[in-house]
């Protein structure tokens, strides 16, 4: 738990490890990973790693890619966007990665996408987000808003004939984005919004929006945070404020709704993958990351998962394409497809992916039970003008 | 009066001669700066230079630092919020209106426009009369905290902690990026420099040193110091601007304290008041970071917080003058010595505008003043013509250096009339009674140890001789009076010398020149001739004689040495617990009883009398 | 109802956090920039504790302990040699505040954690449901409040303290040892800091940068209330309850502002701000 030193004993193991294989011949291919280490995703990040290590690993382990090692270069960009701004500089002109697989807050991604498009890398985005982020060189096989909102709506007012509804979010383009979709989406189902309140993605104290949500008193809470820590510290102030109104996360993932302990209890989250999520390539998975971490393991979920198969379409891509060059990489990564834990992915409408999503509610124990299943999700219309 | 002799001719054409090579000297090292951004791009990689573009607008910002805190001493955290604004103005712009050469303008002049406003309100708050110094660090470490709060508050308009990013910009490229930011850098050091070496530059120096006597010396401080906040908040906005356009992206992080808290860090780690040593520190430790932040993030900045640690306990100077000395022992020069003006004699017009002799030179009427429930001076009431020479005596605590601040300070009486060359001073600050035709000599020599004797006077005639922003002048003009004193003491041949390397005599003599330069029409001398030698003491007598017989001022005069009072006074207040208990002559108070009890029995002063 | 325990929860949080900047302002007229550093440590301690499985309450005297060992290591390397030098006092705490951080990162990581809480849930108070442990901490920020008021006015050291508060030249004049009275305020000061980051951690999370915040607006607080602990009881509650006031009719990130803002402005007009004199 004492990640300095675990970091310092990995680093050690990391350099052994590369002395040790020298048998590669050409060049290494680069995966840089820029990724939120501090600020409000490091609760997520390590488990983001975690997941690319293993990728790397099988994929090294069977020649890695057109002969070549896969190498990762890990870069902490800080969850916003100076930080991205000094991570991504570093990754695409001091490191000169072949590739950008990361997930990372809106704001970080945001601030990245010039330098991207300065360095002309391409970028697999790992991240759920607020949707409609469109360049030439980006690719998402993650959800968005026009896959994921609509379970949580249709079930509140289904099961809890939910009228009136209060949002609470991060102040950034994630949050807003997340949330005008909402609103949109309950408006369209005859529902009402009685408040939509927000607070800096760094901001920890959310006793004036708990008051305003207990005046309001609405059927039912919609929220949508940034990353891991601000997740943590609204439902925690949430709970012990006593409100206890059917409540629905937009952003949470498995791993940090175990790490909130009983106060996640009972809190709805519609996703792209989930633990217990029941096919042979989501055991295999797991059972080789929990070799591969054993007791460091950090809980799979649907933001790190996404990392792994990213690493896979990559793959792929560069192995259709023949090459590592941006252009064919880009034109081939939307015509390539893998079978992963979330079942076959390929990202082809509009540098987005159809994926299969789930309906699921944490329990005591901080586990979640599937309640509904929905495949092959649309994403809608993300970048009409990129083809 | 016989005149001063024309000061002789060989100095005055080396003193320019040495301004023309320091000139040269800038315009040489500004040329090859010029000439290393230029072939820069072609032999630096790529990540390097595009971490130089921002280094070096970072350094510009650190510039303004150095120039608020090591040479005016205001410690700012602030500077980040200003270029936080002029990166928002292009950034907002961008974003909300699209990108159009219109527009571009458009966004710069806001920038501008904004960061003045801004600044102009902020020095308001800051440096009002009779702030102290930590006020004022404060005011400008909240400045930035509310310049980022307003920013996460915009919701979709700032885009809050997400900021704006990937609107259009400049299609410049990289390396063009790195000439005009590197050019921007150049420029701006060299005019700092040109600035700091100047006349101008000297009296911020001053106001580090010693604001009270600036204030006493007739300059307006307070405007001083938010005329300097306005124009560095323009500079660190254009380098914000910059930012900005050559980024693509604008965060709240960019305006906000931290990244303000740094750039002092980077000041005072490159050294404070140096100006190069700020910059070369701040592309150091920023070009550094990026390479090692990456390798060893946690030890980095850790090496970073001690360093700065020590620099602040042990080197409070910073690391630049530790190489500057080697230079200078290399160079075997000791204390280079300064070109010194020559002295001339200065057309004088002592009682010009406010300055102008009416009915009365002075005249106190119900003056009260008190601390809390403690009654200082009460019921004072006198007048005093020009060209009289009067005295103040009493023990100790009888409130006679109040009774002088009251008369050079508007706000320090509580109650009661102050009347200057028949002007009400009201509630005026030291520096507009300097207007009024008071000059204020303090009892311990109050002078500004860091100048030399020249600069020092040249500080003195700012109220009434505008310095120059750019160059020093190579003549000195100063009053008869201040002349004669000059001479009589021998501080006109030390003209170059260091402050702090004088006599106590001889820097009692330079403040009171430096009075005498500010051509006052009444002149308030506390105990002038404590710690000076008999032949010292002679001669002040002398020149304060003259001052009033010849030159029709009227000289207050507070003095222990009654031997001294006798000798030069036509009249003596005396002053008790308060109040006024004697206004005659001399002679009325060596005879008087009831003085002899206030002064409790006896001992010198009986004596004295006998 | 709920408004009004927000208010004085707010204000009993501030007060606890800014406490110990004031008994140091008060005694060495430095602004000891560390606090936000000593903060963070209280909230380090707290983990620790929680990491170590023991009972949430340990950490506050765990912290208060902490908090004052590294306060003793602090002014002597640190404060002493600067008693001359106000501002670069300032910065020099400031340039501790930071490595104190970077030493917290390079043990616990730069992740954010969690702390147990040592009570949990809300609790029915005078007609509305309320978090129990706010309620607790208003309290223990009176119990801080009268401890240090009974230090102050009742024992020798406190006599002491006041004096050197009051004029140090003096003081030592008349033979007291103000060199071991800053000492041990200081000491005092960086401990409660740390108490104050444990006492506050349960309420959010733990990063090596959660001091910061609180530092500008406790040193704020600080600048207005003098040198009296009453006074700073004072400006928590008006100020603290306009922040409240202020984000929840206003927009909460301005809130966070009220605090500073009314402060600067106060100062100016007001430079003894709530103090009597």
Redesign the interface.
Same mark, same amino acid.
């Given at each position: 738990?004492?990640?300095?030193k675990s970091?310092l004993c990995f680093a050690l193991l990391a350099a052994a490890a590369l002395a040790g294989g020298g048998a590669w011949a050409a060049e290494p291919i680069k995966i840089g990973i820029p990724v939120g280490?501090?600020?409000?995703n490091?609760?997520v990040?390590?488990s983001v790693v975690q997941s690319a290590e293993l990728a790397a690993e099988e994929i090294n382990a069977k020649g890695g890619i057109l002969g070549r090692q896969v190498v990762l270069e890990v870069a902490?960009d800080g969850s916003g966007a100076a930080g991205a701004q000094k991570a991504f500089d570093s990754l695409i002109f001091q490191k000169k990665v072949n590739v950008l697989i990361s997930m990372e807050t809106s704001a970080a991604r945001n601030a990245g996408l010039p330098i991207v498009t300065r360095g002309k890398t391409p970028f697999i985005y790992t991240s759920f987000y607020e949707g409609r982020s469109c360049n030439k060189y980006l690719y998402v096989n993650a959800w968005v808003p026009d896959q994921q909102v609509a379970p949580i709506v249709d079930y509140f007012m289904k099961k809890y004939n939910a009228k009136t509804y209060f949002l609470v979010g991060s102040?950034y383009a994630f949050g807003r984005g997340m949330l005008e979709f909402t609103r949109k989406y309950i408006e369209k189902k005859g529902g009402k919004v009685l408040g939509e309140?927000y607070?800096?993605m760094d901001?920890?104290?959310w006793?004036?929006?708990i008051?305003?949500l207990?005046t309001a008193k609405p059927d039912a809470l919609i929220t949508s945070t940034a990353g891991?820590?601000p997740n943590?510290?609204l439902t925690?102030?949430l709970?012990?404020?006593?409100v206890t109104i059917p409540y629905g996360n937009l952003a949470v993932d498995e791993g940090t709704a175990k790490?909130m302990g009983g106060d996640a209890d009972g809190i709805y989250i519609s996703g792209s993958y989930f633990t217990n999520i029941d096919n042979p390539k989501n055991k295999e998975f797991l059972t080789a990351m929990q070799k591969k971490f054993g007791a460091s393991l950090k809980t799979p979920n649907d933001l790190s998962v996404p990392q792994y198969e990213g690493v896979y379409a990559y793959k792929l891509a560069v192995e259709k394409a023949g090459s590592t060059d941006a252009d064919k990489v880009i034109k081939a990564l939307a015509e390539v497809s893998f079978e992963g834990p979330r079942g076959k992915i390929q990202m082809n409408k509009q540098r987005h992916a159809p994926l299969t999503m789930y309906l699921g509610q944490v329990q005591k124990d901080g586990s979640v039970k599937i309640l509904e299943t929905f495949k092959d999700v649309d994403p809608g219309d993300q970048c009409p003008k990129l083809k | 009066m016989s005149s001063v002799p024309a000061a002789p001719a060989a100095p005055a054409p080396a003193a320019a001669a040495r301004r023309r090579s320091s000139v040269r000297l800038v315009l040489g090292f500004s040329a090859a700066a010029l000439v290393l951004v230029a072939i820069g791009p072609a032999i630096l990689p790529d990540f390097m230079v595009n971490n130089l573009i921002r280094a070096f607008l970072y350094a510009v910002v650190a510039l303004t630092v150095d120039i608020l805190w090591g040479y005016t001493g205001i410690?700012t955290f602030g500077q980040s919020a200003f270029f936080g604004i002029g990166a928002y103005s292009a950034g907002l712009i961008f974003t909300h209106m699209g990108f159009t050469f219109e527009h571009a303008a458009l966004a710069f002049s806001a920038g501008i426009v904004v960061s003045a406003a801004v600044a102009a309100l902020v020095g308001w708050?800051a440096f009002?009369q009779?702030a102290?110094?930590?006020?004022a660090?404060?005011?400008t470490?909240?400045l930035p905290?509310?310049v980022a709060?307003?920013l996460?508050?915009g919701g979709n308009f700032t885009g809050s902690s997400s900021g704006l990013s990937g609107f259009e910009s400049f299609d410049i490229e990289m390396h063009t990026w790195f000439w005009i930011a590197g050019t921007f850098l150049v420029i701006v050091t060299a005019g700092a420099w040109m600035f700091v070496r100047s006349d101008a530059g000297r009296v911020l120096v001053a106001i580090r040193e010693n604001e009270a006597r600036c204030e006493y010396l007739g300059i307006d401080v307070s405007r001083v110091k938010i005329l300097l906040l306005v124009v560095t908040a323009v500079i660190a906005a254009i380098a914000g601007y910059a930012f900005a356009s050559v980024q693509m992206v604008v965060a709240p992080e960019y305006a906000g304290?931290?990244f303000g808290?740094e750039l002092?860090?980077w000041v005072?780690l490159g050294g404070r008041g140096t100006l190069i040593g700020p910059v070369i520190g701040t592309l150091l430790i920023d070009v550094s970071t990026a390479y090692l932040s990456g390798d060893l993030p946690?030890?980095w900045?850790?090496i970073?917080?001690?360093a700065?640690?020590l620099v602040?306990?042990?080197l409070?100077r910073g690391i630049a003058p530790l190489v500057t000395r080697l230079f200078r022992r290399a160079r075997k020069g000791g204390e280079a010595a300064q070109d010194s003006p020559a002295l001339r004699k200065a057309q004088e017009e002592p009682f010009a505008g406010l300055a102008g002799g009416g009915h009365h030179a002075i005249a106190l009427a119900g003056v009260r003043k008190h601390f809390?429930s403690l009654q200082v001076l009460e019921g004072i009431e006198f007048t005093a013509q020009r060209g009289e020479l009067l005295s103040l005596v009493g023990p100790n605590g009888a409130g006679k250096t109040t009774l002088m601040r009251c008369l050079a300070d508007g706000a320090e009486r509580s109650a009661g009339s102050v009347l200057i060359n028949d002007h009400d001073i009201a509630r005026a600050p030291p520096c507009q009674c300097v207007a009024f035709g008071v000059g204020r000599k303090f009892q311990n020599a109050n002078t500004f140890d860091a100048l030399t004797v020249a600069e020092s006077l040249r500080i003195a005639r700012t109220r009434l001789e505008a310095p120059s922003l750019w160059t020093r002048a190579g003549s000195l003009d100063l009053p008869d009076a201040a002349l004669k004193v000059m001479q009589a003491t021998g501080l006109d041949q030390r003209l170059g010398m260091q402050v702090r390397h004088l006599s106590h005599g001889q820097k009692q003599a330079l403040e009171l020149a430096m009075v005498l330069a500010l051509e006052p029409s009444v002149l308030l001398l506390d105990e002038p001739t404590a710690g000076l030698t008999k032949q010292e003491r002679t001669q002040i007598g002398q020149i304060l004689t003259e001052l009033t017989a010849k030159h029709g001022l009227c000289v207050l005069l507070v003095e222990h040495d009654l031997d001294f009072v006798r000798e030069i006074s036509s009249r003596v207040i005396v002053l008790h617990q308060g109040r006024i208990v004697l206004d005659g002559t001399v002679t009325d108070v060596v005879e008087s009883e009831l003085v002899r009890t206030i002064y409790a029995g006896g001992g010198a002063m009986s004596a004295r009398l006998a | 109802m709920?408004?009004l325990l927000?208010i004085v929860t707010?204000a009993a949080i501030l007060y606890a956090v800014a406490a110990g900047l004031l008994i140091v302002f008060g005694v060495m007229k430095i602004?000891n920039f560390a606090h936000g550093g000593f903060l963070t440590v209280g909230g380090y301690s707290a983990l620790i504790v929680t990491?170590l499985g023991g009972n949430p309450w340990l950490s506050l005297p765990f912290a208060l302990v902490v908090g004052c060992v590294l306060g003793m290591i602090v002014e002597r390397l640190?404060v002493r040699?600067?008693y001359a030098?106000?501002?670069?006092a300032?910065?020099?705490t400031?340039?501790?505040g930071?490595?104190l951080g970077?030493?917290i990162?390079?043990?616990?990581?730069?992740?954010?954690q969690?702390v147990e809480?040592p009570v949990?849930?809300?609790i029915e108070f005078a007609g509305a449901?309320? &978090?129990?442990?706010?309620l607790i901490l208003v309290l223990l920020a009176v119990a801080i409040a009268v401890l240090l008021g009974l230090v102050l006015n009742g024992t020798r050291l406190g006599l002491q303290t006041r004096a050197v508060i009051m004029n140090e030249n003096l003081a030592r004049g008349l033979g007291i040892n103000s060199g071991l009275v800053r000492f041990i305020t200081f000491s005092l000061g960086a401990g409660l800091a740390s108490l104050a980051g444990a006492l506050i951690t349960p309420? &959010?999370?733990v990063?090596?940068n959660?001091g *910061?915040p609180w530092l500008?607006s406790a040193?704020?607080l600080v600048?207005v209330s003098g040198m009296s602990l009453v006074s700073l009881a004072l400006a928590c509650l008006v100020l603290g309850g306009a922040q409240?006031l202020v984000?929840?009719y206003g927009?909460?990130?301005?809130?966070?502002?009220t605090i500073? *803002?009314l402060a600067?402005l106060i100062?100016?007009f007001r430079?003894q701000g709530f103090a009597r004199?």
């Open positions: 738990m004492l990640s300095g970091n280490l501090s600020g409000a490091s609760v990040a390590p902490d102040d309140e607070l800096p901001g920890t104290d006793t004036a929006i008051g305003k207990k891991g820590a943590v510290t925690k102030q709970r012990a404020a006593g790490s | 410690l708050l009002y009779g102290s110094p930590l006020y660090s404060v005011v470490l909240v905290i509310i709060q307003v996460y508050s304290f931290v808290t002092v860090i005072a946690y030890y900045k850790l970073i917080g001690v700065f640690v602040i306990v042990a409070p809390g | 709920s408004q927000d707010t602004i990491e640190v040699p600067l030098r106000p501002l670069d300032i910065l020099a400031w340039g501790l930071i490595i970077q030493l990162t390079l043990y616990f990581g730069r992740e954010v969690f809480s949990k849930g809300a449901s309320y &978090s129990q442990y706010r309420l &959010s999370s990063d090596p959660m *910061v500008v040193f704020m600048l409240v984000s929840t927009n909460p990130i301005l809130g966070g502002l500073v *803002v600067a100062l100016r430079p004199e």
